[in-house]
Every structure is written in C-alpha cells, then in structure tokens.
C-alpha cells in the first residue's frame, strides 16, 4: 500500500465542481485514468453563473474554445462587480470594483493623493478605466482580439446548468475522461481506512487510488463517509437563503451589463447577472432577519424597479454558510460545494475550485506515500484560503453605515468581526491595504481588492508624510492622467458588451 502508485483518479459528482477538476487533471496527465461518476437522480445545483477572470486561463488550459464556449454556455464578459446601496442605501450609493489593476498600482501608492486631492470622485472610477468601461456597457475587447485575450481584464457570466454539459462533453471527448451515469450507494474502504471503492447501484465497484469529492453540499465522501467537522461560519457571515428566478430582457437587443450588480436590501442583497438572452436575479438573505415571504416581496419589488414586473416563482435555496476543517483526508480531497460555500458576494465559489483543481493536478502525489504531504500542504493553503475570502466578504458589510434594519446593525457587531479583519482595519487607519498584508502567491483577494472596497466604501486613512510626499503626489497625479487617456480611447474603440457577443455567437472569435 505504501508505495502504491497513483494512477487512477475516481471524482464523485457532475456539476461545475467535478468536471471542471476532471478537466484540469486530465489536460495535465494524459498518463492518469480519470472517472467521474454522477448520480442520475440528483441534479447539479445548477446555479453560480458569475466566474473571475482565472477561468480564462481554466478553459485554455483544459483546451476549450471560447468561441465554443460563448455560444454552448449562454456566457457574456463581466469585467467586475458595482455594489449599490451598500454604504447608505440612498440612490447614489454605489462603488465598482473591477477586474482591472489600479493604474501604476506597483508602481506607486495611489489612494493617499486620490484622498488628499479627489476624494469626492469614486476612488475606482479615479485610478482605473475599468468602470467606465462597465458604466457604458462596453466590452473588454474587440471582435479582432483573439481567443482569451484580453483589452480589459474579463471573466465571465455564464449558464451554470449549459456549462457543466458542455465541459462533459469536452471532457468525454476530447480528454478522455470515463463518465459512468450512476448512483453511488456506499463507500467500501481498505483495512487502513482509505477508500478503495465507490460501490454503485448499477455499475458495481469503482475502484481507484485518489477520489475527488464534487458531490455538492451533502459532501458524500469528506463530510458523510469520513465525518471531517464542518466549521459554521454564520457568526460572521449570516446569510443562509437564497431566492434565484431567470428573467427575460425587453427586447432581443437589450444592453448586456459588463458587470455582476449587487444591490443591498434590508436583510441581504441581489445578485443581477446578464447574459445574452436572459437576466439571472437572486435574492441572497439571512433566514434569521427575514421571511420568505418578505424576501420574495423584496426581489418582486426589485425586478419590478429593473424592467420585468411580471416574472414567474424564484426557486429556494439554503446553504451553510462555512467549511470543512480539512479538505484533503486519507485519499480523498472535497472540491467544491463539498468542501464548502459561503454567499457568493464576490463569486469566489468558482474561483476555489479553479484553485483547487489546479493545486491538486500541479501537486498531483506520485505514490500514496507522499500523499499525506501533499495533503497537509493542500489544507495549509486551503483553510488560509477560506479564511481570507471571509475576511474580505465580511469587510463589505463592516463597512457600511446602514442602520436601516437589525440586519445591518448585527452585521457591524464588532464581535461578528474576524479578528485577523480587525487587525487589519486598525492598520489601514494609518496606511493603505499593500502587498505585506497580503504576501502570498495565489492569494484569493489580492491588496487592490481591498482598496476598490475600502475606499469605495467611504474609508478615510490617515496618511503619514511618506506616503504625502510630492514625488508620489506626483506620480500618482500622472496615473490619475493615465487612466483618464486610456478611458477617453478605449470607450470609443470598443463595443458594447451586447455587440460584440452578438458578433462572437454569430462569426466567432479568432482562435490563438
Ligand atoms: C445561490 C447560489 C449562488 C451562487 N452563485 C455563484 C456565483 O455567482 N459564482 C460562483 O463562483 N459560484 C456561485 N455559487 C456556487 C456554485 O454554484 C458552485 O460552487 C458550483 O456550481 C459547483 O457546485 P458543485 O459541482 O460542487 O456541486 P453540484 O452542482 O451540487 O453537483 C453535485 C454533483 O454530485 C452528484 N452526486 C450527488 N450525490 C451523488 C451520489 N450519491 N452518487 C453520484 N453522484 C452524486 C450530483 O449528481 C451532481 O452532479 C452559487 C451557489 C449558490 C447556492
């Protein structure tokens, strides 16, 4: 057993989670045999439509076109989120954090002369392009610009339930990926403890040597067979309900919006995704601060304000807000909702499973003997990561200074606060969020994100003399300028979000 080598690898689960870690495994190790069995009486959950720009990088690594893969998903660019309404709730309240970098951001610091000199212009809006590319619903490239390349830093809206059938297919098809359609019944284990195999309804015994558990929030193989705890994080982040509805545009040729639009309500906030021939909207709430029935009044109301009072029944979700205390056990490692979920704020769901299955596929273990080690490894990185998209979805809510509903007011509790956050918010009084807060590689949010947020959301810094002097006041004034040039060329040099996905469904994008 010890040296055992690794050559099969058995992933339980066919949303998004299992075949995006198929994908990524398999375009890596021609050499591995890959499984994924999907049970035929329990469908993907079939949400999550908004992605980071990582999964450009996902798809070409796995070999997908993206010609394909726009006109198979339903998918539109997002070039990042505007969050309206979350600092005071009036009409004006809103901030964007885009995808793009701040101009000259590692270069020189920016927000100590945008506060001193501009602090009533939206401190994005000052240092970045970006979201005026997005408040006039452009698109972040143009129809020449090839496959994945990018203009202005893009990820994507897409249809969650068309996405996980077309990654099947690529797959299946074209990386030889087995797919077996079963139930999986029971977990039959070695004397050690391990998983031998997944015993299924119809196709008996699937045996392997490493499985990957993308069974959704039950978390078959981690939670249910092995017991790993999950740890709740509803103390911090208290939204555990979902309203999701699909609704149509007014016309065929609607605006696309270029960005994912959260708007705060009084007991939660609504997503609102565009893609190219519908709207996602969802309702995402706190079961302890409101009803069903007064969310699904607060979506109607929503809907209603946007241009489509007369949608049908939203469909109900609950989730956990939390996750396991490791995700990696014996030789089994979760991905996905098996592995965790948190209120998708800030569509980091997605993003951890790119991680995930780039982490597991780079650092793929040889023999079973190493696989402890790469385990230990995998769950340092993993739970750190957890920890940080908390922090940084929390700081969204510390921030705010609703006190329209206990919603808000509980959300600001400072015992709700990580204490890691605090510490931060205590030294981002004196300097800005900067790489040392933040100095690993890979990390989920890097220290822009932080600054988009904190200053988005009205966080005055005290600055001291170094950060004021007159060689950085004045590289940043040349930044501001550069960032205003390169809005007043680009916004007319690109098309709308709406015609250039027009044009991608219609001729296609340049293959690389
Ligand atoms: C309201 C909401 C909004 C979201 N929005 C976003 C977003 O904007 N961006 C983002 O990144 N993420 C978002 N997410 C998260 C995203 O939906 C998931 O991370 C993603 O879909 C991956 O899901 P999954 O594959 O882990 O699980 P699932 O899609 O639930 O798949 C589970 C799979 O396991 C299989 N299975 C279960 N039991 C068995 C069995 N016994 N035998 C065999 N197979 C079995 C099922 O058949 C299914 O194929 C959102 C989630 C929610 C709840």
New binding site residues.
């Given amino acids: 057993m010890a040296s055992q080598r690794i050559r099969h690898i058995v992933i339980?689960?066919?949303?998004?989670?299992?075949w995006l870690s198929a994908g990524v495994i398999a375009a890596a190790h021609p050499g591995l045999k890959i499984t994924l069995?999907?049970?035929p009486d329990?469908?993907?959950?079939?949400?999550?439509?908004?992605?980071w720009p990582t999964m450009r990088d996902t798809l070409a690594k796995i070999g997908v076109s993206e010609t394909d893969f726009f006109r198979e998903c339903n998918a539109a660019f997002k070039q990042g989120s505007k969050f309206s309404g979350w600092m005071t709730g009036q009409e004006d309240d809103y901030y964007f954090h885009p995808f793009v970098l701040p101009q000259g951001y590692s270069e020189t610091p920016l927000a100590a002369r945008w506060q001193e000199r501009h602090p009533d212009v939206p401190f994005a809006d000052l240092v970045s392009f970006q979201p005026h590319l997005c408040a006039q619903g452009r698109a972040p490239k143009q129809a020449a610009t090839p496959e994945y390349a990018a203009v202005a830093n893009y990820g994507y809206h897409l249809d969650?339930g068309k996405f996980g059938l077309f990654l099947r297919q690529h797959c299946i098809a074209k990386l030889g990926v087995t797919f077996v359609q079963?139930?999986?019944v029971t977990i039959n284990s070695h004397e050690n403890g391990d998983i031998a195999s997944l015993q299924t309804r119809d196709h008996g015994a699937i045996e392997g040597d490493l499985f990957v558990d993308?069974?959704?929030?039950?978390s078959?193989l981690l939670g249910k067979h092995f017991g790993v705890e999950f740890l709740s994080q509803k103390h911090v982040l208290f939204n555990d309900s979902?309203l999701?509805i699909q609704v149509p545009y007014a016309s065929d040729d609607s605006p696309i919006a270029s960005q994912t639009t959260s708007t705060a309500q009084e007991s939660g906030w609504i997503?609102d995704i565009g893609l190219p021939t519908r709207r996602g909207v969802?309702y995402?709430y706190s079961s302890a601060h409101t009803g069903d029935l007064a969310a699904e009044n607060v979506l109607r109301r929503y809907l209603k304000e946007t241009g489509t009072p007369d949608a049908g029944s939203p469909r109900k979700?609950s989730?956990q807000p939390g996750y396991r205390r490791q995700f990696w056990h014996r030789n089994c490692v979760a991905i996905?909702?098996?592995a965790g979920?948190i209120e998708?704020l800030e569509?980091?769901?997605?993003?951890l499973?790119e991680l995930s299955a780039a982490m597991l596929s780079d650092e793929m273990p040889a023999t079973r003997e190493v696989m402890d080690i790469v385990a230990r490894r995998f769950n340092e990185a993993f739970t750190y990561r957890w920890e940080r998209v908390i922090d940084f979805l929390k700081l969204h809510y510390v921030l705010s200074k609703r006190s329209d509903s206990p919603y808000w007011r509980d959300n600001r509790d400072p015992a709700s606060i990580p204490e890691r956050l605090s510490e931060m918010l205590a030294l981002w009084r004196h300097r800005a969020p900067s790489r040392y807060d933040f100095g690993r590689i890979d990390e989920v949010f890097p220290s822009a994100s932080y600054q988009y947020v904190l200053y988005g959301m009205g966080f005055r810094t005290e600055f001291n003399a170094a950060d004021q002097r007159a060689e950085i006041a004045q590289m940043a004034d040349g930044y501001f300028r550069e960032a205003s040039a390169l809005t007043a060329k680009m916004l007319p040099a690109l098309p709308s979000n709406r015609e250039l996905i027009d044009h991608i469904r219609r001729h296609g994008l340049q293959k690389i």
């Fill in positions: 339980v689960g066919g949303g998004s989670a299992g069995v999907e049970s329990v469908a993907p959950i079939g949400v999550g439509e908004g992605t969650a079963d139930h999986v993308c069974s959704g929030m039950q078959l979902a999701a997503w969802g995402v979700l989730f996905g909702l098996s979920f998708p569509a980091s769901a997605l993003a499973v």
